[in-house]
């Protein structure tokens, strides 16, 4: 059997775990409270969409968001892994967009009901070369934005996360076991806004990568 290389984790068909609301500028924008415990839902690995293919809107969406995040790649699994060693099971990040029916979200949040719908549909992450952790020394240091064609949308720093990379990954491990090659999207700063059929999509993390993708209709 050939071994599996981490620096293609999303082909691995392993979690991705997202976490809502985790920047209190972001949680403003869209008037909701600022949490006091992580809010997380998941999206399964068919989410996934890398440079070269389209981000697809759904056919029942009429407001696709881009949310631009950090994704934090798991690289050694564990449960109940204490915040003083979370960061040994990081093996390196990604950049990635949680890309959001938020149409759809709405009339889930409305109605009390799971945001699946919204949230886990095939393209709905878009995701980077992946980073070697040796490459940002300081994840909860860096700067992440996003343009649609051209223009400046989204441009925030990870130092403002309320629940920090350890934290989260102490949380999550508690009740849902990390694996290899699991990834957890780490919340959007403010400045999400809808997309268009057509659009092209840009975003990176400081200088240490940049991607881009076009968005059509599924
Ligand atoms: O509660 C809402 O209206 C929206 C929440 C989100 O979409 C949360 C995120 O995915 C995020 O903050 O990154
Ligand atoms: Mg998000």
């Known amino acids: 059997m050939t071994a599996r290389n981490i620096s293609q984790f999303w082909e691995w068909g392993r979690k991705i775990i997202c976490v809502g609301r985790n920047y209190a500028d972001h949680a403003k924008e869209l008037k909701n409270a600022i949490p006091t415990e992580p809010i997380l839902f998941l999206k399964p690995p068919s989410a996934y969409v890398r440079e ?13 968001h ?6 934090v790649v798991i690289g050694k699994g564990g449960t109940a892994i204490p915040e003083s060693a979370a960061m040994e099971h990081v093996a390196g990040y990604a950049l990635c967009l949680d890309m959001t029916a938020r149409d759809v979200q709405d009339v889930c949040k409305s109605k009390g009901l ?9 393209t709905s992450c878009p995701v980077s070369e992946f980073i070697p952790k040796e490459r940002i020394p300081d994840p909860g240091n860096v700067t992440l934005w996003l343009k649609v064609n051209d223009q ?18 102490s949380y999550i491990s508690e009740f849902i076991t990390l694996e290899e090659g699991d990834l957890i999207l780490t919340g959007t700063p403010k400045g999400v806004s809808a997309v268009q059929v057509h ?3 840009q975003a990176g993390i400081q200088d240490v990568v940049t991607m881009s993708f076009r968005v059509d209709r599924q």
């Open 52 to 64: 070269g293919s389209s981000i697809l809107v759904p056919r029942y969406s009429n407001n696709l």
């Open 66 to 71: 881009h949310e631009v995040e950090l994704g």
């Open 114 to 122: 799971p945001w699946t719908r919204a949230k886990a549909f095939n």
């Open 152 to 169: 400046l949308r989204q441009n925030g720093c990870t130092s403002q996360m309320i629940f920090s990379i350890p934290y989260l990954i």
């Open 199 to 201: 659009d092209q999509l």
